[in-house]
């Protein structure tokens, strides 16, 4: 199995910025692509980002684009997500996800691991 531990969350101004980990453990070698999704009170969970193995490839939902920006560290088993320029509608429980095969997907189906969540909100 693999664990994903999410950190970083909190409470920010509107403008301000946070930088989401996701720490993995154990069976590493099973993940390939990772991602992270979003969901607000209410709201369905809407993907956010996601970054091949490699990290050569990455997307983004429109909705963050040119403001948050997805990485990894495959020597420390983390993914990364700098968030800047935050929106009170950016305020939502962020998820950490990891595939075991296959190139970054934007459907949460896709995923076969997933973290606890971490909460962030943005004040206006």
């Known amino acids: 199995q693999v664990q994903l531990v999410e950190s970083g969350g909190g409470l920010v101004q509107a403008g301000g910025s946070l930088r989401l980990s996701c720490a993995a453990s154990g069976r590493t070698f099973r993940t390939g692509a990772m991602g992270w999704f979003r969901q607000a009170p209410g709201k369905e969970r809407e993907f956010v980002a996601a970054?091949?193995?490699?990290?050569?490839?990455?997307y983004y939902a429109n909705s963050v684009k040119g403001r948050f920006t997805i990485s990894r560290d495959n020597t420390k088993n983390t993914v990364y997500l700098q968030m800047n320029s935050l929106e009170p509608e950016d305020t939502a429980v962020y998820y950490c996800?990891?595939?075991?095969?296959?190139?970054?997907?934007?459907?949460?189906?896709?995923?076969?691991?997933w973290g606890q969540g971490t909460q962030v909100t943005v004040s206006s």
């Open positions: 996800a990891a595939r075991g095969l296959g190139s970054p997907g934007k459907s949460a189906y896709e995923y076969d691991y």
């Open positions: 970054i091949s193995w490699s990290a050569l490839t990455t």
